[in-house]
């Protein structure tokens, strides 16, 4: 697609709105005390502040091959652009991760005709955000898609020549020859600056429901912030999370003492399918597969007879009754979740 379709807002859209936008500007700063930011040698006083920092790739130590050239991560237009040249018909590739972010990359990579070998430490792929059923449509889906996925397989090292990526080393001993490597194996909030301002942190940038942190002037959102949830606290990392979260803190930092009350939800585009994920699987302990025609499928997660989450593969019905069935706190009869004749929406009224 093109550029200008991945924006959130469209380059007017902050002159008109009074914005300044300064883009390649690294903070390299923050004096709480003063309510000053560093910019450089540039100095920039605040009222409030906003640390939306996001997150980082995890990249691969250089003492394995991970700064070898043709290995990339995927976070930014600019990763996907250095990517963009590599991935072409008849190329070969290893992904390392097998969770969203690696299997989406696969299936791109697969679709444009690269020869794709996957690989995964844990049992099975999407291990940490996902059941089984899950695992095994995922897995399916992509080898019929002709990609090769070694599940509780690792990558050993990666060598090259000329320091360029060549070869991949596995666990097992096995050689995976490559033209380009792409690293999907998580992320860290983006708290570099929030520490050096000295701010509490708590698997991110602590934040009160409000998103406030443990100075009164900075808030946060996104990746970046951790915040109370359930009785705990929690971290998401998803698109829908950024933007709603940074809404309400917007209207916290002008006066609106509003608690952000987090309903997360996620998707994955993978060859023809759309994987939307309603609420968080956190604690479930039985799985209810609805099946439908062709791809079509759901499984629903629950902790004893309460409904927590939901996985729709081109099912938006199935997706749409659960998200609102959790957002409203009810659950989901199983018997009925599991009839594919059966009709979800009366469930709403229930």
């Known amino acids: ?114 020869k794709v070998t996957l690989v995964e430490m844990g049992d099975r792929i999407l291990q940490r955000v996902a059941a089984p059923e899950t695992s095994d449509y995922v897995r399916a889906l992509h080898t019929e898609h002709g990609v090769k996925i070694l599940e509780g397989t690792g990558l050993q090292r990666l060598e090259g020549e000329a320091g360029q990526v060549t070869r991949a080393i596995l666990s097992d001993g096995s050689v995976v020859e490559v033209d380009f490597v792409v690293v999907g194996v998580g992320i860290t909030p983006g708290s570099q600056l929030a520490e050096m301002a000295g701010l509490e942190l708590d698997n991110g940038i602590k934040t009160d429901a ?30 829908p999370n950024a933007i709603d979260q940074a809404e309400v803190v917007a209207q916290n930092m002008m006066g609106a003492a509003k608690d952000y009350v987090a309903t997360p939800w996620f998707w994955s585009d993978q060859y023809d399918v759309k994987l939307q994920i309603a609420g968080l699987n ?21 902790t004893g007879d309460q409904l927590v989450a939901v996985d729709a593969m081109n099912d938006p019905r199935a997706y749409m009754v659960g998200k609102r069935l959790i957002d409203m706190g009810k659950s989901a009869d199983k018997s009925v979740v599991a009839d594919p004749a059966a009709d979800l929406k009366p469930l709403l009224k229930a």
């Open 1 to 114: 697609m093109e550029l200008e379709r991945l924006f959130l807002r469209p380059a007017r859209f902050y002159a008109e709105n009074n914005i300044t936008l300064r883009l390649g500007s690294r903070v390299t700063a923050i004096d709480p005390v003063a309510r000053t930011v560093s910019i450089g040698d540039e100095v920039i006083a605040y009222d409030q502040l906003a640390l939306t920092t996001g997150s980082d790739p995890r990249h691969l130590p250089a003492a394995i091959g991970g700064d070898l050239a043709g290995v990339f991560v995927v976070r930014s237009l600019g990763d996907v652009d250095a990517m963009a040249p590599h991935v072409i018909e008849g190329k070969r590739t290893l992904i390392v991760g097998g969770g969203y972010i690696g299997l989406e990359a696969a299936a791109v990579c697969a679709k444009r005709g690269v």
């Open 282 to 302: 956190t604690g479930f302990d039985s799985v209810v597969t609805r099946t439908g025609e062709g791809r079509t499928a759901s499984f629903w997660y629950y």
């Open 210 to 239: 409000q998103g406030r942190t443990t100075d009164a002037a900075i808030w946060s959102a996104g990746d970046c912030a951790s915040f109370p949830y359930k009785g705990g606290r929690i971290r998401l990392e998803s698109v």
